[in-house]
């Protein structure tokens, strides 16, 4: 028997994709996954927590689905249903009918779907509906959740309530009645809609059905064609691993749309397919424009997709995002806040890479497998001609050679696009960056890194929003900008050559625009251009302030790093608490979920974390900008912890004598203080190790004037972009 879909673990949907891009794909995936891969803190502790949850439910070879599902934290993720009291049930014992009368609302939109028999129903929920029928929203799939999980449980009392069910809701007594069923007919679509089909319509992408995430199984089977399509039987697909009814019936349907929408001319008119398969066309009017006026209408018809059948949090994205300048977009972070339900940063960012996938999809090959709304064919023309434009070059060129080739394409100056460049880059490249975009396309601007002193060539780079980059590049020895300019001067490095190149690249470029006359520099701005939080919240200027700033300042660093949804609240209510009222992890666990272990795993972690930024000054890693003078006040913390070899009550007395401070006001502080010192909560003794700290590489640190020498003109490779829109994945 197929082991079952981790789908079926109703786990966090975000989190499910990420385990099944890993190759987790069933249940029996999931112990080969934990010996391969180090998994991301917030994926373990899920993982392991379903996966306790689960083996308490097992039974010799039976799972308990009901008593998996009946848990206080179950939440319903999709219709994934699994129950061994359902074992008997299939297509061979459909039971009774699937309708408004069995199952409600629920029910109604099942059999529209052609999931008219519980038989066929089980089926398709043991192999789990990625993709919900039309109208089968939240409500309703909770609807059957509750039916399904009281019928269930009602068998377990009453052994014949199927068959009583079979009695009082019999198949084909309704007017779904059909005669023969399509599964007992070895009748291909071909037999009866080849020939009515014109060569046009036989010729499109399957895409055009708006199959949804079944296209690509489709597409596997080799079937990319509509004739293709067509010319497999029926009970063929049926018997495909997650086919079922609901997908056939949608093909029937796309296929009996296009035959309606056919003109004599062999075209179609897609108003009348859409109106067919109730879809939204857009533009809503004809277009009679040029090919300068359609391409300036792309930010207002895609502004049109929000109210074209997209989710609430594709909306906010498409709304507060993607339809949005630059320098008006919402974070990342900003958006997840007003999300219906409140999701990761990271989970934006997949949902937004989707909504960029599944435009491009659509504009370019007129593939509508995933979308709520159809393009008119003369809307997607530029985007046609922009395809075939590139369609030689590398999957990489610079933003320059992009511009200069839709110019070609679309036989008009860069001046008429050049306000929806922002737009028809991230659809093409799939990513839309935040802030300033388009700074980051400019070359760095050497005389402005050496304004003053030239001080901020001598920046490190773990200073800069560059991720692990920082720590990649000091392995080779390049901690400043001064060395990583040299870098690409000597051909060390390349700007393409990976990510991490191409990133500190762009945020030297950043930075660069950063540095006043006098050589001091705007971090508030950078912060805002690189779109991160500046932190603390406040300014540091006196030793009192920084003390105030530690803990709201750990909590908003570990929350914009999200290093676990767990991080911040287990240092604002265990570490940074004193021993007496420091509640015990298993206390913490009872509080946040989760068990002990995992929470003492997270705390470890983040005062690991916590001290490479504030002790080692590893802002890099932050996902946000840590102000110099904050980092500074740690500097002597550190420098005094170590001068008293780990003593408190020293540490403490110097310090008050330093800063002016009483003992009293300092010791508030000092469990946060001595935790992120030195990575274990503060307990009773008075003497304490530090941290290990990850050994500093030693810096080559070149002479300035090397690199105006060679560069005299400072004509740095331009950033690159990929064109993953132009390049077909399937």
Known sequence: MTSPSIRHLHMDLQIAEQLEELGCVCL???????????????????????????????????????????????????????????????????????????????????????????????????????????????????????????????????APLLEEYAQRYPIYSSTSERGLRATSKQVSNEDICQNELSELALSLDIGVLHLGPKTEKLRSKGLSRVRELLGVPLPE???????????????????????????????????????????????????????????????SVIEETVLAGETEDNRLILEKRIMKPPDERMTLEAVSELMPVKITRERVR?????ILKRLASALIYNDYAQSPYHFRPEFTAPWSKAADQFASSEDEISLTSLVEGLEIAWGVSRDVFSEQLPLITAIITGDLASGDEFKRALPVEMPL????????????????????????????????????????????????????????????????????????????????????????????????????????????????RQLSARAPDIFKLRTSVGLATRPTMDAMAAELGGFGPTIKLVETKLLRFLSEVFIEGNVALARSHVDEEFLSYWAILDDSFTK????????????????GISEEELNKYLPAIVAILTGYPMGRLTRHNTVDRKKPTSSRTRHVQKVLNVREEHDFVPRMVSLRGFRRTH
């Open 28 to 158: 029996s995936d999931i112990s080969g996954l934990l010996a391969t891969y180090e998994l991301d803190d917030e994926i373990s502790e899920v993982l392991a927590e379903t996966s306790a949850a689960l083996m308490a439910c097992i039974s010799g070879a039976t799972i308990d689905w009901l008593r998996f599902y009946e848990r206080p934290e179950f939440e319903c993720n999709g219709l994934f249903f699994q129950c061994v009291e359902f074992s008997s049930v299939g297509l061979d014992t459909p039971n009774f009918a699937v309708n408004r009368a069995s199952l409600g609302n629920a029910g109604a939109m099942l059999e529209r779907a052609g999931l008219d028999d519980f038989g066929v129903l089980v089926k398709e929920l043991r192999e789990g509906m990625r993709v919900p029928p039309p109208g089968m929203g939240g409500i309703k799939t909770l609807e059957l959740w509750e039916s399904l999980t009281r019928l269930g449980k009602g068998m377990r009392d009453d």
């Open 350 to 354: 997949q949902k937004e890479a989707k």
């Open 237 to 299: 697909i049926l018997s495909w691993q997650g086919m079922g009814r609901s997908t056939t019936s949608r093909i029937q349907e796309g296929v009996e749309a296009l035959k309606r929408a056919q003109v004599p001319e062999g075209d179609i008119d897609w108003e009348i397919y859409c109106d067919h398969m109730q879809l939204t066309l857009l533009p809503k009017q004809p277009l009679s424009q040029t090919m300068s006026e359609t391409i300036v209408l792309l930010p």
């Open 644 to 659: 008293f070899d780990g003593d408190v009550e020293h540490l403490v007395r110097d310090l008050c004598e330093k800063w």
């Open 449 to 560: 890194l050496l304004q003053g002193s030239g001080l901020a060539m001598e920046l490190p780079l773990k200073r800069l929003q560059i991720g692990k980059a920082a720590n990649s590049f000091a392995e080779m020895g390049i901690d400043t900008i001064s060395d990583f300019l040299n870098a690409i001067t000597s051909g060390e490095v390349e700007i393409d050559e990976n990510t991490a190149s191409r990133t500190t690249y762009e945020q030297v470029n950043i930075f660069a625009q950063c540095v006043e006359e006098n050589g001091e520099i705007n971090w508030p701005q950078y912060a805002q251009d690189a779109g991160v939080p500046d932190l603390p919240a406040y300014q540091i200027e006196t030793p009192q302030n920084f003390l105030e700033a530690i803990i709201p300042t750990a909590i908003s660093v570990l929350q914009a």
